[in-house]
Protein backbone atom coordinates (compact mmCIF):
# COMPACT_ATOMS: atom_id res chain seq x y z
CA UNK A 1 0.00 0.00 0.00
CA UNK A 2 1.65 3.17 -1.34
CA UNK A 3 0.60 6.49 0.97
CA UNK A 4 0.78 10.12 -0.73
CA UNK A 5 1.14 12.84 1.75
CA UNK A 6 0.71 16.45 -0.36
CA UNK A 7 1.90 19.41 1.44
CA UNK A 8 1.93 23.14 0.22
CA UNK A 9 -0.98 24.38 -0.55
CA UNK A 10 -2.27 27.88 0.98
CA UNK A 11 -4.07 31.04 0.06
CA UNK A 12 -2.24 33.14 -2.83
CA UNK A 13 -3.08 36.27 -4.75
CA UNK A 14 -3.22 36.28 -8.65
CA UNK A 15 -0.12 36.12 -10.55
CA UNK A 16 1.46 34.87 -7.13
CA UNK A 17 3.54 31.07 -7.02
CA UNK A 18 3.02 28.18 -5.06
CA UNK A 19 5.09 24.94 -4.82
CA UNK A 20 3.21 21.64 -3.93
CA UNK A 21 5.06 18.41 -2.95
CA UNK A 22 3.88 15.17 -2.91
CA UNK A 23 6.56 12.18 -0.61
CA UNK A 24 5.62 8.98 -0.14
CA UNK A 25 8.56 6.06 0.22
CA UNK A 26 8.48 3.60 -2.54
CA UNK A 27 7.12 5.36 -5.41
CA UNK A 28 9.97 5.56 -7.62
CA UNK A 29 8.53 3.26 -9.97
CA UNK A 30 5.48 4.55 -10.48
CA UNK A 31 4.24 7.46 -12.36
CA UNK A 32 2.84 10.54 -10.21
CA UNK A 33 -0.02 12.73 -11.44
CA UNK A 34 -1.58 15.88 -9.88
CA UNK A 35 -4.84 16.31 -10.28
CA UNK A 36 -7.21 18.88 -9.25
CA UNK A 37 -11.41 19.65 -7.83
CA UNK A 38 -12.82 22.99 -7.74
CA UNK A 39 -16.19 22.92 -6.03
CA UNK A 40 -18.87 21.73 -7.93
CA UNK A 41 -16.72 20.92 -10.92
CA UNK A 42 -15.12 16.99 -11.82
CA UNK A 43 -11.74 16.13 -10.80
CA UNK A 44 -9.58 17.27 -14.16
CA UNK A 45 -6.04 16.01 -14.34
CA UNK A 46 -2.90 18.75 -14.26
CA UNK A 47 0.30 17.31 -15.02
CA UNK A 48 1.90 14.33 -14.38
CA UNK A 49 5.60 12.46 -14.59
CA UNK A 50 7.11 9.24 -15.70
CA UNK A 51 8.96 6.83 -12.99
CA UNK A 52 12.14 7.88 -14.54
CA UNK A 53 11.37 11.78 -14.94
CA UNK A 54 11.98 11.59 -18.44
CA UNK A 55 8.19 12.23 -19.52
CA UNK A 56 5.84 14.75 -18.35
CA UNK A 57 2.10 15.97 -19.68
CA UNK A 58 0.20 18.88 -18.75
CA UNK A 59 -3.39 20.20 -19.04
CA UNK A 60 -3.77 22.81 -21.61
CA UNK A 61 -4.66 25.06 -18.78
CA UNK A 62 -1.59 25.09 -17.13
CA UNK A 63 0.94 24.77 -19.85
CA UNK A 64 3.53 27.29 -19.41
CA UNK A 65 2.66 28.27 -15.90
CA UNK A 66 3.09 24.66 -13.83
CA UNK A 67 6.18 22.54 -13.65
CA UNK A 68 6.51 19.50 -12.39
CA UNK A 69 9.62 17.49 -11.42
CA UNK A 70 10.72 14.46 -9.10
CA UNK A 71 13.55 13.56 -6.55
CA UNK A 72 13.63 10.27 -6.48
CA UNK A 73 16.16 10.11 -3.90
CA UNK A 74 13.68 12.11 -1.90
CA UNK A 75 11.16 10.51 -2.96
CA UNK A 76 9.31 13.73 -3.47
CA UNK A 77 7.42 14.65 -6.88
CA UNK A 78 7.03 18.76 -6.93
CA UNK A 79 4.76 21.02 -8.70
CA UNK A 80 5.52 24.43 -9.11
CA UNK A 81 2.97 27.13 -9.59
CA UNK A 82 3.22 30.56 -11.26
CA UNK A 83 0.96 32.93 -12.90
CA UNK A 84 -1.55 31.87 -10.50
CA UNK A 85 -4.95 32.42 -11.62
CA UNK A 86 -8.34 32.53 -9.38
CA UNK A 87 -9.81 29.31 -11.56
CA UNK A 88 -6.57 27.71 -10.55
CA UNK A 89 -8.32 27.30 -6.60
CA UNK A 90 -9.15 23.85 -6.34
CA UNK A 91 -8.18 20.96 -4.41
CA UNK A 92 -5.10 19.48 -5.51
CA UNK A 93 -4.45 15.67 -5.42
CA UNK A 94 -1.55 13.54 -6.25
CA UNK A 95 -1.94 10.32 -7.43
CA UNK A 96 0.39 7.27 -8.54
CA UNK A 97 0.13 4.93 -11.13
CA UNK A 98 1.91 1.54 -11.98
CA UNK A 99 2.39 -0.83 -15.16
CA UNK A 100 3.44 2.65 -17.23
CA UNK A 101 7.24 2.39 -18.93
CA UNK A 102 9.53 4.36 -17.36
CA UNK A 103 9.56 7.63 -19.67
CA UNK A 104 5.46 7.38 -19.88
CA UNK A 105 2.65 8.89 -17.98
CA UNK A 106 -0.94 9.42 -18.64
CA UNK A 107 -3.29 12.09 -17.57
CA UNK A 108 -6.36 10.01 -16.98
CA UNK A 109 -8.36 8.39 -14.52
CA UNK A 110 -7.29 5.30 -13.26
CA UNK A 111 -4.30 5.92 -10.83
CA UNK A 112 -3.92 3.12 -8.40
CA UNK A 113 -3.50 5.38 -4.97
CA UNK A 114 -4.08 8.92 -3.91
CA UNK A 115 -3.61 11.20 -1.29
CA UNK A 116 -5.61 13.55 0.64
CA UNK A 117 -5.01 16.71 -1.04
CA UNK A 118 -4.08 20.29 -0.27
CA UNK A 119 -6.26 23.22 -0.67
CA UNK A 120 -5.52 25.98 -2.96
CA UNK A 121 -7.10 29.08 -3.33
CA UNK A 122 -5.87 32.01 -5.36
CA UNK A 123 -7.61 35.01 -3.90
CA UNK A 124 -7.22 39.17 -4.06
Known amino acids: QLQLVESGGGLVQPGGSLRLSCAAS??????IGWFRQAPGKEREGVSC????????NYADSVKGRFTISRDNAKNTVYLQMNSLKPEDTAIYYC???????????????????WGQGTQVTVSS
Open 26 to 31: GFRYYA
Open 95 to 113: AADSGRLSSVCVLRPGYDY
Open 49 to 56: ISSSGSGT
